[in-house]
């Protein structure tokens, strides 16, 4: 059975810095490109990043680019998201999902990351 | 406000066939596949419909999806209250190099 469990969420101030961690199992995960979906308070889904399975592709939101940044240890089987220069704006919960052939399949329960001074 | 056009609500009473559109470019739904997602509220999304109009195992046939141009639509047949959920319509956009969710649209079962 496939698993995602995301960790690492809290509260942060504005201009913070927070790591979310997903573990996986259940699945090869070195196979799969792994994403980091959000969704803040009472709005909808936004995409935030994807990676493949080797880490040679990494696609951001045009929202995080420059401040995210998303890395795998396929050794782990974990998939992380570096997240710097927080803003309210990056307030809500953040779900992993496990992508094949452009499906978003698994996705984890989600961590909630509240920007807030 | 997203790129992918959807409309905030849709209703019906049960029984009913609704449909759901996802308005795009060419660069998003002109040249990809369409996927949506149903999400029932404090739980994560859920596959409902990919490559524009498959349906994933255990998926009810009343759902179906369709795509022509740069727009999609979903639609539920036979409408049940269970259905009563927010839904997204997802797709990549190869002038962003990045995938997009549609606003989403919350379906009310009368």
Not at chain 1, 2 to 23: D, M
Not at chain 1, 42 to 60: A, D, F, M, Q, R
Not at chain 2, 76 to 91: F, M, P, W
Request: hydrophobic fraction near 30%; charged fraction near 15%.
């Amino acid at each position: 059975e496939v698993q995602l469990v995301e960790s690492g969420g809290g509260l942060v101030k504005p201009g913070g810095s927070l790591r979310l961690s997903c573990a996986a199992s259940g699945f090869s995960f070195s196979t799969y490109s792994m994403n980091w979906v959000r969704q803040a308070p009472g709005k909808g889904l936004e995409w935030v990043s994807s990676i493949g399975g080797s880490s040679t592709s990494i696609y951001y939101a045009g929202s995080v680019k420059g401040r995210f940044t998303t890395s795998r240890d396929n050794a782990k089987n974990s998939l992380y998201l570096q997240m710097n220069s927080l803003r309210a704006e990056d307030t809500g919960v953040y779900y992993c999902a496990r992508e094949e052939d452009q499906q978003l399949l698994n996705w984890g329960q989600g961590a909630l990351v509240t920007v807030s001074s | 406000q997203s790129v992918l056009t959807q409309p905030p609500s849709a209703s019906a009473t049960p029984g009913q066939r609704v449909t759901i559109s996802c308005s795009g470019t060419r660069s998003n739904i002109g040249s990809n596949h369409v996927y949506w997602y149903q999400q029932f509220p404090g739980t994560a999304p859920k596959l409902l419909i990919y490559r524009n109009n498959q349906r994933p195992s255990g998926v009810p046939d009343r759902f179906s999806g369709s795509k022509s141009g740069a727009s999609a639509s979903l639609a539920i047949s036979g409408l049940r209250s269970e259905d009563e959920a927010d839904y997204y319509c997802v797709v990549w956009d190869d002038s962003l190099s990045g995938r997009l969710f549609g606003g989403g649209t919350k379906l009310t079962v009368l």
